[in-house]
């Protein structure tokens, strides 16, 4: 027991002394986290989701969180919200889950009064108005068949499938045409009523964090003025999810993609403290976890855990597994597991393992780690009404002896539920809606290596000489949390810097000593690792990292490998023209591919104060193949491009991609076209996606690679429109654009002119991002730019501005990415 690695360490926001509720007349409280920087982000969460809607209109819910969108009293225009957002440097989505619908928005703390007020009267006084209902429910038909090529869709069909009927589980929750296919003045009344019923300050919580300013008393008073009253409905009992029957066989079914992996379905449990501890055990990659268990037998890479809690003693705990056609296997091992887990109780772990707190949240979220974490406190808020800031921030309580034991012998004598993927052809049953093919299959468990017997063992260290400083391109940086290094390599070398890459982020996962700080990012041949600066995590880690590795790490790199590469391959066209387009900006070659040699260059960024022989001794580690025979980096630079290219995709939608590269690589032109997307992305949402309504993922955004690379991205996937159609709306924008620019005011290029200052001045600040742009200087030979930007924002006007952007809107020359079927 005494061997034993931790490797989440991430907590909740600490409690401190500014942190507190705020309680609103109305019923309201919101949980006030003041933290330093110069953004907020504001997270207002409702109590009700599609398990709520009437059972005759599946797709209510979701529809409403569109149809809010589309103007409110105050503010009547449509998608008036999104520019808002934007004039303050932010961004905003919002989600529709079982239970919760949520809104969420970041931006300039300057900005939080206006925003926070357009979002309150957007949900507290919606227009609704049968125009608006009937074009998103078009777009939302688009966008569920857009999602019938994605196998999470048909995953959660069949989990529908498989519910009792009576159960909220079994509804189909997204939506399409069908499902909302009442006429038009019956089907505005029901999502009015919908409303209505839960949209009431009783039943909402709202989190602010970050910059919050010093009169915020006043700003949520006044803000949250118009929310009507009212207390939280009641809901009804839910029996259990699923009949005894369906837990006595496992499933079967065929995904619209290959290497989906297999889901595990254990019931959440009943006692809410096991719960978060048992995420965190599942997810540890060390000796007693079930992730280092299952990488140990080969039979899986990466584990997911995810719950959702219907009622206080109801729920399920998800587990995805990236092992197709081994569910059975890992239910087994993972049931044996829990078994040997029960008697492993909380009093004997190690004092650092029950001082760390573990990821509490576990229940579905925006993917945004931060957001996940304020949308799981909203929850708690929402669901702990006598409960102070400190207790809501506290971590997780450790679960007695007895409460721990007993949950998971009840989790271990259940066993799992198993949903795995099959490519045969021979099912018997396709599930409502999605007409996902599936079968039942007898429940088996064969015989499994025990868990706790099995570990992965880290490679052996190795020791050699340091390398010779006068190689490393030196970047000595004012910080003292941070010790950065980075490699380039020739672009024909990508497949085999991927696998190095993943070899480094498994390794890290156990390491437990390098904490969360510890990370590696790949982006085409370029390879960066940050450490925290300690000096014995330095050396340990990097010893660790260039280590030989044994066959069963390759093998378990090797896997991991090949499910990534088929996950890009088989992604949705938007995100493979992605891809595309930056591997080719990024002069990646995938043909004639060498094992990995050595990198054109590396550089390394170490704290100022550090001397040479504390840096010589934290590099030791390194091996002598790490470091190139030159300190400049000699890869060519790629070329922009320029016409147009296809990309096979396994989605049958059709996407377009248009990249409007800036003319030259410098400051001036990255000014311009940040500038040029402040003005084009929202006519370009408008026309494409509510006027032309060719589908609902339309997106106009700048795009700036770390060597200087930036352009304009404008981007549609359409799951009913041909390319024809997405080439002539994309020429056409493009033709309007120019005149849009020419016939602006210049009141309005200031503004934009006033928001792109803050958010540079956010950048160029000692409490921005320093470090950053001195890495990129270096790493990317960008050296003399760190302060050009604020000197151009200061001397030019408006006038200066809109004449920059319009003569070099009339250089740029297009470059199309569209998807193809395979």
């Not at 081994?326 to 029950?354: F, I, K």
């Not at 199309?816 to 395979?822: A, I, Q, R, V």
Request: proline share 9%.
């Amino acid at each position: 027991m005494t061997a034993f690695t931790v490797h989440d360490r991430r907590r909740l926001p600490r409690s401190g002394a500014q942190a507190r509720l705020h309680h609103h007349h109305s019923g309201l409280r919101t949980l006030l986290l003041p933290t330093a920087g110069q953004q907020v982000t504001a997270v207002l969460q409702v109590g009700a989701g599609s398990h709520d809607e009437p059972e005759t209109r599946p797709g209510l819910a979701h529809l409403l969180e569109h149809v809010l969108f589309t103007g409110s009293e105050r503010y009547p225009e449509v998608h008036h919200f999104a520019r808002r957002v934007q004039g303050w440097n932010g961004r905003y989505n919002a989600s529709t889950l079982d239970d919760t619908m949520a809104f969420f928005f970041t931006v300039d703390a300057e900005g939080l009064a206006p925003c926070l007020a357009h979002l309150i009267d957007m949900l507290s006084r919606p227009l609704l108005t049968p125009e608006s209902v009937a074009r998103e429910r078009r777009i939302l038909d688009a966008e569920f068949r857009t999602r019938l090529a994605d196998p999470r869709l048909h995953r959660q069909a069949l989990l529908a499938r498989l519910a009792r009927p009576s159960h909220p589980l079994a509804r189909f929750t997204a939506g399409n045409a069908h499902s909302l296919s009442a006429p038009l003045a019956s089907l505005t009344g029901e999502v009015r009523a919908f409303h209505a019923r839960w949209f009431r300050a009783g039943n909402m919580a709202l989190i602010l964090r970050g910059a919050l300013p010093d009169n915020v008393d006043g700003v949520l008073t006044e803000a949250l003025s118009p929310l009507p009253a009212g207390p939280t409905p009641s809901r009804p009992p839910l029996p259990t999810a699923f009949p005894s029957d369906i837990r006595q066989q496992d499933w079967l079914w065929r995904a619209p993609q290959s290497d989906t992996g297999c889901a595990l379905l254990f019931p959440l449990p009943e006692e809410e403290r096991v719960w978060p501890w048992l995420r965190h055990w599942l997810r540890e990659p060390g000796l007693h976890g079930a992730l280092g268990g299952l990488r140990a037998a080969g039979m899986a890479s990466t584990i997911t855990v995810t719950g959702q809690r219907r009622q206080r003693n109801q729920g399920e705990c998800q587990i995805l597994l990236d092992s197709p056609g081994r569910g059975q296997e890992c239910a087994a091992m993972l049931e044996q597991w829990l078994s040997r887990m029960a008697d492993y109780l909380p009093s004997q772990w190690p004092s650092t393992v029950r001082l760390a707190a573990p990821d509490p949240e576990g229940f579905p979220a925006p993917p945004d780690a931060r957001l996940a974490r304020l949308c799981y406190l909203a929850r708690r808020v929402a669901g702990e009404p006598e409960a102070d800031a400190d207790t809501l921030l506290a971590p997780p309580a450790l679960p007695d002896d007895h409460t721990w034991r007993t949950a998971l012998k009840v989790l271990s004598d259940n066993g799992a539920l198993v949903i795995d993927h099959d490519d045969g052809r021979d099912f018997t049953h396709f599930t409502p809606w999605t007409g996902t093919p599936c079968r039942p299959i007898p429940r088996q468990r064969p015989a499994v290596a025990d868990p706790f017997r099995t570990s992965l063992p880290l490679p052996a260290t190795t020791t050699t000489m340091p390398p010779p400083l006068k190689r490393l391109i030196r970047v000595p940086v004012e910080t003292g949390e941070t010790l950065r290094l980075g490699w380039h390599w020739p672009g024909d070398q990508i497949t085999a810097l991927e696998r190095l890459s993943l070899h480094w982020r498994l390794l890290l996962e156990h390491v437990s000593c390098t904490g969360p700080k510890a990370g590696v990012h790949q982006s085409g041949t370029n390879l960066i690792l940050d450490l925290p600066v300690d000096d014995s995590a330095i050396r340990t880690t990097l010893a660790t990292l260039f280590a030989p590795l044994d066959a069963r790490w390759e093998g378990l790199i090797k896997h991991r490998h090949r499910i990534w590469r088929r996950q890009l391959d088989a992604a949705a066209p938007a995100h493979r023209l992605l891809q595309v387009l930056r591997d080719r900006l990024d002069g990646v070659a995938r043909e004639n591919q060498r094992p990995l040699s050595s990198p054109t260059s590396w550089c390394c960024a170490y704290p100022q104060a550090w001397p040479e022989t504390q840096l010589s001794t934290a590099l030791s580690p390194i091996t002598a193949r790490f470091v190139p025979d030159a300190a400049t980096h000699t890869a060519s630079v790629a070329a922009i491009p320029t016409g147009e290219q296809a990309v096979p995709c396994a989605f049958p939608d059709h996407a377009r991609l248009l990249y409007l590269p800036a003319p030259r690589r410098n400051a001036l032109d990255r000014l311009c076209w940040r500038l040029l997307q402040r003005h084009l992305a929202v006519p370009f949402y408008q026309q494409l996606r509510l006027q032309q309504q060719l589908g609902y993922w339309v997106d106009c955004r700048y795009q700036e690679e770390a060597d200087g690379h930036c352009g304009l991205l404008l981007l549609v996937q359409s799951p009913a429109h041909g390319q024809r159609v997405l080439q002539a709306a994309l020429a056409g924008f493009l033709e309007h654009a120019g005149t849009l620019l020419a016939a602006m005011p210049l009141e309005d290029w200031q503004c934009a002119l006033r928001s792109l200052r803050a958010e540079v001045g956010r950048e160029h600040s000692v409490s921005g991002h320093p470090f950053e742009y001195r890495w990129k200087q270096a790493f990317y030979q960008r050296s003399g730019e760190a302060n050009a930007e604020p000197r151009l924002l200061a001397r030019l006007t408006a006038k200066d501005w809109r004449d920059e952007v319009l003569e070099r809107y009339a250089m740029a020359r297009p470059f199309t990415l569209y998807s193809t079927t395979e």
